[in-house]
C-alpha cells in the first residue's frame, strides 16, 4: 500500500499553523507533541501507521468551521476522526495532515418522541445514542459490532451497517439530516427534521463519502419504538455450502428476521473461547433472530426452525432466556476481538448476492490454501455482507504483503459474482486501489467531480478512496489553480 510523499513546504510551516489554531481553539483542543500525535497514528487497519504533524479537538461546529477555514487558507489537508474504529484505514493521517477528532463533540442537543428523531453532535458514540432514549422506550437501530466505540461521525462516514441491519437497513436509512463544515469553513444544513427533503438528495451524497467531502459536526437521527421482545436461534451445520443453502431457503421464504449471522469454525472456536457464548462446535454456525410479540416471536421462529431442519442441523437451539440471547450475542459481537487474542488478521468487508455465498465460501477456502495463510469468515448472512478475516504475522517480513494479495483477490471475487467491494467499512486506502476494478475510469471521474465541487483544493482526508493514479495528480493541478 502506498501513500503520497509528504510536502515538506507544509511540514516547514507547522509553528505558524500551531500558532494559529491556538487563536481559534482552547490551548488543551491543539495536539502537536510528536509523543502525543502517536496516539493518532492508525484506526482499526493497525497494519499502516503514520503519526500526523497535528491532531485538533473542537468542541463545537464554529470550532471546526474556524479550524477548516484556516487550513484551506494554509492549504494543509485534515483527515476527520471520530473514535478511530475503521477497518478500512480511512482515519489514517499523512504526515503533513492535520487531525480533526470530533471526540469532544458529544452531547445529545435535541430529542423528539413525537417525531421520532433525535439531534446529537456526531462525536457521541453510536451505543449511547441508544443510551440516550432507551429508557422512554426508543433506540436507534443501526449497530455495528464496534457500537460501544465508534462515532455517528465515523457511522456516517462509512455509511456502517451492523447486525440487525437487515431489517433496519443501514445508517442512510437511518439518518434524516447533518449540519456538515466544508474545506473552506461554510457550515451547510443538509436535510433536517423530516423523513424527505426536496432537490437532490445531498444528504445520500453525504452518507457514505468517507470524509472527502466535509466535516459532519451534528446529525439527526431516526429513533424507532423497541420491539416487544426478541429471541435469536443458534444453528449449526456440518458446512458453510449447507449454512449458505439455509440462509437462502429463509430468504426465499419472505419471513424478514432481523438478523441472520454466519461464523465458520475457526470464529466460532475464538468466540467460545473468549464470550463462553455455549456456541455448538461444528463447521458453520447461523444466529437468526427475529422480534416482535410473542406469539409473532413464535410463528416466525417455528417456520425458520422448519426450513432450518430441512438441511440437517447438528445443532438447533432456541434461546431460553433474556442471558442466553444476551451471551449469544456477546459471543458474535466480539468477533474481530476474540480473533485479535490469536493473530494479526485484515479483516476484509466484501458484499455479494447471498445465492452465491456456498461458492464464494469454498474459492476463499481454496485460497487460503493457496497463500498459505488461515482465513476464518464470520458475516452479516442474511444481506450478502462477507467478512473474511485473513490472519498474518506482522512480525514476519512479507506476510503483511501475500495477506494484501490474498485480501484483494477475494475482493475481486465479490465484484465478479455481481457483488462489490465494500458492504458496510467503506473504502478507505484498504481498498482504494481495487476501486478501478469495480468502477470505470468514467464512473471514477464522475466521483472525483463531486469532490471538486465539495473540497476545490482537495485537501480533505487524502489518499484515501481515489486510486492515487488519478487522485494525486488531480490534487495537484486545483492546488496549481489557486
Ligand atoms: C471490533 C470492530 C467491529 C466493527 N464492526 C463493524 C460493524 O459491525 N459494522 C460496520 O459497519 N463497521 C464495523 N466496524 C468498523 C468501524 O467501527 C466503522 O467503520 C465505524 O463507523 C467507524 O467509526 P469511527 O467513529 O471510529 O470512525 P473513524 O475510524 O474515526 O473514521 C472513519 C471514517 O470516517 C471519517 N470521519 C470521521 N469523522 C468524520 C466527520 N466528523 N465528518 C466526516 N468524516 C468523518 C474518517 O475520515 C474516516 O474516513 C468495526 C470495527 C471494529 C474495530
Same mark, same amino acid.
Given at each position: 500500500?502506498?501513500?503520497?510523499? +509528504?510536502?515538506? /513546504?507544509?511540514?516547514?510551516?507547522?509553528?505558524?499553523l500551531v500558532e494559529r489554531l491556538h487563536k481559534v481553539l482552547p490551548q488543551d483542543a491543539v495536539i502537536d507533541d510528536?509523543?502525543e500525535t502517536?496516539?493518532?497514528?492508525?484506526?482499526?487497519?493497525?497494519?499502516?501507521?503514520?503519526?500526523?504533524?497535528v491532531a485538533v479537538l473542537p468542541s463545537t461546529t464554529q470550532e471546526v468551521s474556524d479550524v477548516l477555514r484556516l487550513c484551506?487558507?494554509?492549504?494543509?489537508?485534515?483527515?476527520?476522526?471520530?473514535?478511530?474504529?475503521?477497518?478500512?484505514?480511512?482515519?489514517?493521517?499523512?504526515?503533513?495532515?492535520v487531525i480533526l477528532g470530533v471526540a469532544r463533540m458529544n452531547e445529545?442537543?435535541?430529542?423528539?418522541?413525537?417525531?421520532?428523531?433525535?439531534?446529537?453532535q456526531?462525536g457521541?458514540?453510536?451505543?449511547?445514542?441508544?443510551?440516550?432514549?432507551?429508557?422512554?422506550?426508543?433506540?436507534? &437501530? +443501526?449497530?455495528?459490532?464496534? @457500537?460501544?466505540?465508534?462515532?455517528? &461521525?465515523?457511522?456516517?462516514?462509512?455509511?456502517?451497517?451492523? !447486525?440487525?441491519?437487515? #431489517?433496519?437497513?443501514?445508517?442512510?436509512?437511518?439518518?434524516?439530516?447533518?449540519?456538515?463544515?466544508?474545506?473552506?469553513?461554510?457550515?451547510?444544513?443538509?436535510?433536517?427534521?423530516?423523513?424527505?427533503?426536496?432537490? =437532490?438528495?445531498?444528504?445520500?451524497?453525504?452518507?457514505?463519502?468517507?470524509?472527502?467531502?466535509?466535516?459532519?459536526t451534528? !446529525?439527526?437521527?431516526?429513533?424507532?419504538?423497541?420491539?416487544?421482545?426478541?429471541?435469536?436461534?443458534?444453528?449449526?451445520?456440518?458446512?458453510?455450502?449447507?449454512?449458505?443453502?439455509?440462509? !437462502?431457503?429463509?430468504?426465499?421464504?419472505?419471513?424478514?428476521?432481523?438478523?441472520?449471522?454466519?461464523?465458520?469454525?475457526?470464529?466460532?472456536?475464538?468466540?467460545?473461547?473468549?464470550?463462553?457464548?455455549?456456541? +455448538?462446535?461444528?463447521? /458453520?454456525?447461523?444466529?437468526?433472530?427475529?422480534?416482535?410479540?410473542? +406469539?409473532?416471536?413464535?410463528?416466525?421462529?417455528?417456520?425458520?426452525?422448519?426450513?432450518?431442519?430441512?438441511?440437517?442441523?447438528? /445443532? =438447533?437451539?432456541?434461546?431460553?432466556? &433474556?442471558?442466553?440471547? %444476551?451471551?449469544?450475542?456477546?459471543?458474535?459481537?466480539? %468477533?474481530?476481538? *476474540?480473533?485479535?487474542?490469536?493473530?494479526?488478521?485484515?479483516?476484509?468487508?466484501?458484499?455479494?448476492?447471498?445465492?452465491?455465498?456456498?461458492?464464494? $465460501?469454498?474459492?476463499?477456502?481454496?485460497?487460503? #490454501? @493457496?497463500?498459505?495463510? *488461515?482465513?476464518?469468515?464470520?458475516?452479516?448472512?442474511?444481506?450478502?455482507?462477507?467478512?473474511?478475516?485473513?490472519?498474518?504475522?506482522?512480525?514476519?517480513?512479507?506476510? =503483511?504483503?501475500?495477506?494484501?494479495?490474498?485480501? /484483494?483477490?477475494?475482493? #475481486?471475487?465479490?465484484?465478479?459474482?455481481?457483488?462489490? $467491494?465494500?458492504?458496510?467499512?467503506?473504502?478507505?486506502?484498504?481498498?482504494?486501489?481495487?476501486?478501478?476494478?469495480?468502477?470505470?475510469?468514467?464512473?471514477?471521474?464522475?466521483?472525483?467531480?463531486?469532490?471538486?465541487?465539495?473540497?476545490?483544493?482537495?485537501? =480533505?482526508?487524502?489518499?484515501?478512496?481515489?486510486?492515487?493514479?488519478?487522485?494525486?495528480?488531480?490534487?495537484?493541478?486545483?492546488?496549481? !489553480?489557486?
Amino acid at each position: 500500500m502506498h501513500m503520497p510523499v +509528504p510536502d515538506s /513546504a507544509i511540514i516547514a510551516r507547522k509553528a505558524r499553523l500551531v500558532e494559529r489554531l491556538h487563536k481559534v481553539l482552547p490551548q488543551d483542543a491543539v495536539i502537536d507533541d510528536l509523543v502525543e500525535t502517536r496516539a493518532y497514528e492508525c484506526d482499526a487497519l493497525t497494519a499502516y501507521r503514520c503519526p500526523p504533524m497535528v491532531a485538533v479537538l473542537p468542541s463545537t461546529t464554529q470550532e471546526v468551521s474556524d479550524v477548516l477555514r484556516l487550513c484551506h487558507e494554509e492549504g494543509v489537508p485534515v483527515v476527520p476522526r471520530g473514535s478511530g474504529t475503521s477497518l478500512a484505514g480511512g482515519a489514517l493521517p499523512t504526515a503533513d495532515c492535520v487531525i480533526l477528532g470530533v471526540a469532544r463533540m458529544n452531547e445529545v442537543l435535541e430529542t423528539d418522541y413525537d417525531n421520532r428523531f433525535v439531534r446529537v453532535q456526531t462525536g457521541r458514540t453510536n451505543l449511547s445514542v441508544t443510551g440516550a432514549v432507551e429508557s422512554d422506550g426508543f433506540f436507534y &437501530a +443501526p449497530d455495528p459490532s464496534s @457500537q460501544l466505540a465508534c462515532a455517528i &461521525a465515523g457511522n456516517i462516514a462509512m455509511n456502517s451497517g451492523g !447486525a440487525h441491519c437487515l #431489517k433496519y437497513g443501514v445508517t442512510t436509512n437511518n439518518l434524516m439530516g447533518v449540519t456538515l463544515v466544508q474545506m473552506d469553513g461554510t457550515v451547510v444544513e443538509i436535510g433536517g427534521a423530516h423523513l424527505d427533503s426536496g432537490g =437532490l438528495d445531498l444528504l445520500g451524497v453525504i452518507c457514505g463519502s468517507e470524509g472527502q467531502l466535509g466535516v459532519v459536526t451534528e !446529525a439527526t437521527l431516526r429513533i424507532l419504538h423497541k420491539p416487544e421482545g426478541a429471541r435469536p436461534v443458534l444453528m449449526g451445520f456440518d458446512s458453510a455450502e449447507i449454512a449458505g443453502a439455509c440462509v !437462502a431457503d429463509i430468504i426465499k421464504a419472505g419471513v424478514l428476521p432481523v438478523a441472520i449471522e454466519f461464523m465458520d469454525r475457526m470464529l466460532i472456536e475464538v468466540c467460545e473461547d473468549f464470550a463462553k457464548a455455549d456456541y +455448538p462446535l461444528c463447521e /458453520a454456525l447461523l444466529i437468526v433472530e427475529v422480534e416482535g410479540s410473542a +406469539p409473532e416471536i413464535d410463528a416466525q421462529l417455528a417456520l425458520i426452525m422448519d426450513i432450518a431442519r430441512r438441511h440437517d442441523p447438528v /445443532a =438447533l437451539r432456541e434461546s431460553a432466556s &433474556a442471558e442466553e440471547s %444476551a451471551r449469544i450475542w456477546a459471543g458474535r459481537k466480539a %468477533a474481530f476481538s *476474540a480473533i485479535g487474542r490469536v493473530s494479526d488478521y485484515m479483516c476484509l468487508d466484501g458484499t455479494i448476492p447471498v445465492s452465491e455465498l456456498p461458492y464464494v $465460501l469454498r474459492r476463499i477456502g481454496e485460497m487460503s #490454501k @493457496q497463500y498459505g495463510l *488461515a482465513v476464518g469468515n464470520v458475516f452479516h448472512a442474511g444481506d450478502g455482507n462477507m467478512h473474511p478475516l485473513i490472519c498474518y504475522d506482522a512480525n514476519k517480513p512479507g506476510d =503483511l504483503e501475500i495477506c494484501e494479495a490474498f485480501g /484483494a483477490e477475494v475482493l #475481486k471475487l465479490c465484484v465478479d459474482v455481481g457483488g462489490c $467491494l465494500t458492504g458496510e467499512h467503506g473504502v478507505g486506502i484498504e481498498k482504494r486501489d481495487l476501486m478501478g476494478y469495480q468502477y470505470a475510469p468514467a464512473d471514477l471521474e464522475a466521483q472525483m467531480a463531486v469532490k471538486d465541487v465539495f473540497d476545490d483544493k482537495w485537501l =480533505l482526508n487524502p489518499a484515501k478512496v481515489f486510486p492515487l493514479d488519478s487522485s494525486e495528480p488531480r490534487r495537484a493541478t486545483q492546488m496549481a !489553480a489557486e
